[in-house]
């Protein structure tokens, strides 16, 4: 069975840094990229970052280039979310999930941030 | 980036009745490899969302075959037939074709 476990989450003061983790399982985690998602509170979902299968190319969405960092360690199936000078704006739930060549099709139970003072 | 317009924002059905979730985009999803990445996802309430659909009309393992999708180009639709009360939640369409991966409004399903 596929599992994807966030964890890493909390509370933040603005400008600060958090470091996101998903801990993988049931599938062969280095056969496929992963992304993240996230969701702002009562809000739609918002694609964040992607990770190609072997971490060689990364995309991030504007808002968040230059402050975040999408990786992955193959070896312990963990994907990763670095968020630095964090924003109000980036409060949310972070949804980690399988790209399956173009599409999710399995997502963690998601991991809540909150940035404020 | 693309955007994604989903109609009605709240849907409101009875158990078996058969409803239908529009989905358009600003532009044509029709990739140059010849497939079309716009897929359908349900957030169930409290949970995280799954994939009922995939390139379009492709049901995902496990998702009843109530659920059906269509469309080509810009215009898409999700069809529920006979509604059942696990079927409540928000459906989002979204879109891979073009960079950034971009998600519709979402369309609320309640019971009515």
């Known amino acids: 069975e596929v599992q994807l476990v966030e964890s890493g989450g909390g509370l933040v003061q603005p400008g600060r840094s958090m470091k996101l983790s998903c801990a993988a399982s049931?599938?062969?985690?280095?056969?496929?990229?992963m992304a993240w998602v996230r969701q702002a509170p009562t809000k739609g979902l918002e694609w964040v970052a992607t990770?190609?299968?072997?971490?060689?190319?990364?995309y991030y969405r504007d808002s968040v280039k230059g402050r975040f960092t999408i990786s992955r360690d193959n070896a312990k199936s963990t994907l990763y979310l670095q968020m630095n000078s964090l924003r109000s704006e980036d409060t949310a739930t972070y949804y980690c999930?399988?790209?399956?060549?173009?599409?999710?099709?399995?997502w963690g139970q998601g991991v809540m941030v909150t940035v404020s003072s | 980036d693309v955007v994604l317009t989903q109609t009605p924002p709240t849907l409101s059905a009875t158990i078996g009745q058969s409803v239908s979730i529009s989905c358009r985009s600003s532009?044509?999803?029709?990739?140059?490899?010849?497939?079309?990445?716009l897929h359908w996802l349900l957030q169930r309430p409290g949970q995280s969302p799954q994939l009922l659909i995939y390139?379009?009309?492709r049901l995902e393992s496990g998702v009843p075959n109530r659920f059906s999708g269509s469309g080509s180009g810009t215009d898409f639709t999700l069809k529920i037939s006979g509604v059942e009360a696990e079927d409540l939640g928000v459906y989002y369409c979204?879109?891979?074709?073009?960079?950034?991966?971009?998600f519709g409004g979402g369309t609320k399903l309640e019971l009515k």
């Open positions: 999930t399988r790209d399956r060549k173009n599409y999710f099709d399995y």
């Open positions: 049931g599938f062969t985690f280095s056969n496929y990229g």
């Open positions: 990770i190609s299968y072997d971490g060689s190319s990364t």
């Open positions: 532009q044509s999803l029709l990739h140059s490899n010849g497939n079309t990445y």
């Open positions: 390139l379009v009309s």
């Open positions: 979204v879109q891979g074709t073009h960079a950034p991966w971009t």
